[in-house]
């Protein structure tokens, strides 16, 4: 008989006020690839932390083929053979990324580091994965996808026998997640227990062959076949009841006001060319390309975050010329949800008033630059009842809270400021099903309320669910717009056309 590669049995985890784990269960064998699904705050992170050294388990027991372990710290998970992708970017910004990649272990040549082996055992990583980033390159120059990518790439860095991966797409394209999943598949021919942790449960069905789902922190499905499951049966172990299907509602856009906000022939410096695309009040206008499309890049140009070289920036019809994030928000009324949440989206260490609180503060001060607390109080309960933001108190620190209740904090401080045109930048990167499907439904209630949106996703079915028109972007430069119909194979095909314009997608494809 096989011995598990990870078995985990009656794990409990208590933080002050929560139990993240309570006795939970999972069996992962060798040479497959075994999906822990669960919504945010189920205790999936939780679990993966646990296991790696990183947090200690109150009670329960762990073993490793077949040998009960209790790691004192992450070296002694991977020395055990355990490699993770954890869900929030854990790189060292300094560094290069052949340093990020080899940090765990670094070559030496008696007590020195030896750089060029670092380089090669980087290059090998990154050749894995098909990147084509030069080990020496500093991570201040990648954007959020591509650290992503490195994290993954350091995660095949050692020889492992187990292979965490929380989230690992969240951030990437498709064509950037089917490379992994082809070293997924080879790491699985080999042996490798791969866990695979997954809110895209497309992705789920297609690579994944058994599954543990997780909700409340308790093991309410412990490691059956995948193949015994519908879509919806999942969602329903995973939030405790069906959700329907969800359809685009029936919207109308007014073509013929001015703009809320227009770009004609803008070229930047992060090297856009010739960029134009206009609006309008209660439109959702969709920004799609691959990874390194510039997509990014061109919502930081807009705010003045990246220089302007050439053409104009329109706000209801006026040229402008923004030059900082606070100037597009007193001014013009723009803000902007970033898709690096972590480090940009919201204050970890600050409370939940100051987060939300933060973008009117100049509008609440009275003499003296005084904020009132119940002012600052009242409107932060504003936002919370709105969005439904689960804290224990507004006092309670933003890093304490799931990456749903952080996406949404760090959307409510735009609502707060009475935003006109907001950009949001993979709105549900990392956020479960049923949260997801609150934010869509968000979107399209401010979009109706007269708000201009440019959504900005990697996701494509999120795409065509969302967006009323879409704009293609690749290599910086926008290739073509489309009126999306909202139905996903028509609008794919279109899409792929115009990224790859020669391609011609097979029958049925």
């Given amino acids: 008989m096989t011995v598990p590669a990870l078995e985990i049995k009656n794990l409990t985890k208590t933080f002050p006020g929560v139990k993240a784990l309570d006795r939970a269960t999972l069996t992962l064998m060798p040479g ?13 992170s939780t679990l993966i932390k646990v296991v790696t050294g990183i947090l200690h388990g109150d009670s329960g027991t762990i073993n490793v083929f077949g ?15 355990i490699g993770v992708v954890h869900q929030e970017r854990n790189v060292v910004r300094g560094f290069t990324v052949g340093e990020n990649i080899c940090l765990s272990k670094m070559p030496r040549k008696g007590p020195l580091v030896d750089w060029p082996e670092v380089k090669i055992q980087a290059k090998r990583c990154l050749d894995m994965l098909d990147l084509a980033i030069d080990p020496d390159t500093p991570m201040t120059e990648l954007s959020a996808a591509q650290t992503q990518l490195v994290e993954i790439a350091r995660g095949l860095y050692t020889e492992t026998r187990v292979l965490l991966l929380d989230e690992p ?29 997954s809110h895209k449960l497309e992705e789920v069905f297609e690579h994944c062959d058994s599954i543990t789902v997780l909700r409340d922190g308790k093991t309410v499905v412990e490691s059956q076949p995948l193949a015994g499951f519908t879509r919806d049966e999942v969602i329903d172990k995973m939030v405790g009841r069906a959700l329907a299907h969800l359809e685009a509602p029936q919207r109308s856009v007014d073509m013929t006001t001015v703009p809320a906000l227009a770009l004609n022939a803008l070229s930047t410096t992060a090297g856009h060319r010739n960029v ?20 990014t890049e061109l919502a930081r140009s807009i705010l003045g975050l990246e220089g302007v070289v050439a053409g104009t920036v329109k706000v209801k019809g006026e040229d402008v010329r923004i030059r900082s994030v606070r100037e597009a928000l007193q001014k013009y009324r723009i803000g902007y949800v970033t898709e690096n949440r972590k480090e940009e989206g919201v204050f970890l260490l600050q409370p939940i008033t100051t987060n939300i609180a933060v ?5 609440l001060a009275k003499f003296m630059g005084y904020v009132p607390a119940k002012d600052e109080q009242s409107l932060v309960a504003e936002q919370v009842a709105q969005l439904d933001i689960k804290i224990s108190s507004q006092d309670q620190m933003a890093g304490q809270l799931s990456g749903g209740n952080q996406q949404k904090v760090s959307l409510a401080k735009w609502l707060a400021a009475n935003t006109e045109v907001l950009i949001i930048d993979e709105p549900t990167v990392g956020i479960d099903v049923r949260t997801k ?24 079915s999120e795409m065509i669910t969302l967006a009323d028109r879409i704009a293609v972007m690749e290599r910086f430069v926008v290739r073509g717009e489309i009126e999306n119909t909202h139905h996903y194979e028509e609008m794919s095909q279109a899409v792929i056309r115009l990224i790859h314009p020669t391609s011609t997608p097979a029958a049925g494809e």
């Fill in 437 to 460: 499907r609150s934010f869509y439904d968000l979107i399209w209630k401010l979009a109706d309320e007269g708000m201009a949106i440019l959504l900005i996703s990697s996701d494509l």
């Fill in 359 to 363: 973008t009117v503060w100049s509008k």
């Fill in 32 to 44: 497959t690839v075994h999906a822990l699904m669960g919504e945010n705050g189920a205790g999936k």
């Fill in 67 to 81: 040998e009960n372990v209790h790691f004192d710290g992450p070296t002694d998970a991977m020395d055990a053979g």
């Fill in 169 to 197: 797409t969240a951030s990437i394209s498709v064509d950037e997640a089917m490379r992994l999943f082809r070293v997924i598949e080879r790491l699985k021919a080999e042996g490798t227990a791969i866990l695979f942790v």
């Fill in 276 to 295: 134009s695309f206009e609006l309008r009040r209660g439109e959702i206008l969709g920004l799609y390309g691959l990874v390194g499309a510039g997509r």
